[in-house]
Nanobody, 119 residues
Framework: QVQLVESGGGLVQAGGSLRLSCVGS????????MHWFRQAPGKTRDFVAA????????DYASSVKGRFTISRDNAKNTVYLQMDSLKPEDTAVYFC????????????WGQGTQVTVSS
């Protein structure tokens, strides 16, 4: 089991950037594929990005490809989401998730961090 804590959310103007961080507990962090999901008010929780345990495989939703970058530092038990060229439609609560059982899914979840992009 892994516990996850996100940080780095906030308010930013359209076109700006934010970097989210997610710190995981435990010594098996590198065993997990790590993901970012997001949920806007009244909408479903949607996949944003994923990275394999070693970091050599990444995957993005089409809506963020070319603007967001996922990375990880296993020595620090941390996964990052660099978000550039932000748009108002990126406004959502962003969740970090760890998975041992599949891709684009989460077995363990963080509490979420709010990202608000103003126009």
């Amino acid at each position: 089991q892994v516990q996850l804590v996100e940080s780095g959310g906030g308010l930013v103007q359209a076109g700006g950037s934010l970097r989210l961080s997610c710190v995981g507990s435990g010594r098996t962090f590198r065993s997990y594929a790590m993901h970012w999901f997001r949920q806007a008010p009244g909408k479903t929780r949607d996949f944003v990005a994923a990275i394999s345990g070693s970091g050599n495989i990444v995957d993005y939703a089409s809506s963020v490809k070319g603007r967001f970058t996922i990375s990880r530092d296993n020595a620090k038990n941390t996964v990052y989401l660099q978000m550039d060229s932000l748009k108002p439609e990126d406004t959502a609560v962003y969740f970090c998730a760890a998975s041992l059982t599949g891709w684009r899914r989460g077995d363990f979840w963080g509490q979420g961090t709010q990202v608000t992009v103003s126009s």
